[in-house]
């Protein structure tokens, strides 16, 4: 079974880091794709960041040069550093592990982890 499990949200204030982890288990880690979304109350889940099994990142506009994704593939991790927060950066942050292996695609989520930036 697929497990996506992120940490590391919390309360901070405006230009404070958080650095939110993603473990996932059941599919070969070193393949996925991993991306990190937020959905803020009453929005749409927007996708935050993206790092693929290669290395290549991709980020939001509203958080490029702010955050930084990265990758430990021996732990099985990826991380989402956030530095500079913003109250517009108040969530719930989902990380989403994709799954390319032919026996194993899927897309598979997190239960989220809050984040909320006071001014």
């Known amino acids: 079974q697929v497990r996506v499990v992120e940490s590391g949200g919390g309360l901070v204030q405006a230009g404070g880091s958080l650095r939110l982890s993603c473990a996932v288990s059941?599919?070969?880690?070193?393949?996925?794709?991993i991306n990190w979304y937020h959905q803020a109350l009453g929005k749409q889940r927007e996708l935050v960041a993206s790092?693929?099994?290669?290395?290549?990142?991709n980020y939001a506009d509203s958080v490029k040069g702010r955050f930084t994704i990265s990758r430990a593939d021996t732990k099985n991790a990826v991380y989402l550093q956030m530095n500079n927060l913003k109250p517009e950066d108040t969530a719930v942050y989902y990380c989403?592990?994709?799954?390319?292996?032919?026996?194993?695609?899927?897309?598979?989520w997190g239960q989220g982890t809050q984040v909320t930036v006071s001014s």
């Open positions: 790092i693929t099994s290669r290395g290549k990142t």
């Open positions: 059941g599919i070969t880690f070193r393949y996925a794709d």
């Open positions: 989403n592990a994709r799954a390319k292996l032919l026996l194993e695609k899927g897309d598979y």
